[in-house]
């Protein structure tokens, strides 16, 4: 049976790492509208027997990524308990202020492609500083980069302690093929973490 979600929130709210977003920050913010649909169709047959803890995170340094995956890694390691991580991927375009284009795979898109299948590579590998290296390294648009370096770090916290963990990317798709200057996309791409 898994941990009460009022449990869970007072946890939470105890370590004095969280705060309540404000009115504004709610209405800003979309990523769980997108997600509640799914999770209440997956779900419904289960629809009595299961809480939703939303967590925001914002923006974060690299050391305040390795304290919330810390912190999480114990909810994580609970085999009761699922995460969903929610990010686009490259954000292409004049538009997004992101131009990024590597010649010697072809068209733009194919571009996009490398590089965002580059950082899929390494969050397949479960290496928070790898991660970390290929942000600086390549600036990629990872609107979720954040929340995906706390679970990369909550899985090593977790891999310390001998708990088996591999992730796979399962899909990849780009709103448009980018061919000029002029055009824009966003890439998508969903994955799972298995924990053995």
């Known amino acids: 049976m898994s941990i009460d979600r009022q449990e869970v929130y007072a946890d939470l709210w105890k370590t004095g790492m969280f705060e309540r977003m404000t009115l ?16 209440a169709k997956a779900m419904e047959s289960h629809k009595d027997n299961f809480s939703i803890v939303p967590v925001l995170v914002g923006a974060l340094s690299e050391s305040k990524e390795q304290e919330y995956g810390k912190l999480l890694s114990k909810y994580l390691a ?3 308990n699922l995460f969903v991580i929610s990010s686009d991927f490259c954000h292409w375009g004049h538009r997004f202020r992101y131009t990024y284009y590597d010649e010697t795979q072809g068209e733009i898109y194919r571009s996009i492609e490398n590089l965002d299948k580059m950082g899929m590579g390494i969050i397949e590998q479960l290496d928070p500083i790898s ?16 929340p995906i370096g706390v679970l990369l770090n909550a899985v090593a ?3 310390k302690n001998g708990v088996d ?8 798709a780009q709103s448009s093929q980018c061919r000029n200057w002029q ?6 791409a969903a994955g799972a973490l298995i924990v053995h």
């Open 165 to 172: 963990m591999n992730f796979s990317f399962l899909n990849y």
């Open 183 to 188: 055009d824009s996309s966003v890439s998508y």
């Open 24 to 39: 504004q920050t709610d209405e800003d913010e979309h990523s769980i509208e997108m997600h509640l649909p799914y999770t």
């Open 78 to 80: 609970d085999p009761s």
């Open 131 to 146: 991660f970390s290296n290929y942000l600086k390294k390549y600036h990629n648009t990872i609107c979720g980069r954040h």
């Open 157 to 159: 916290e977790l891999k």
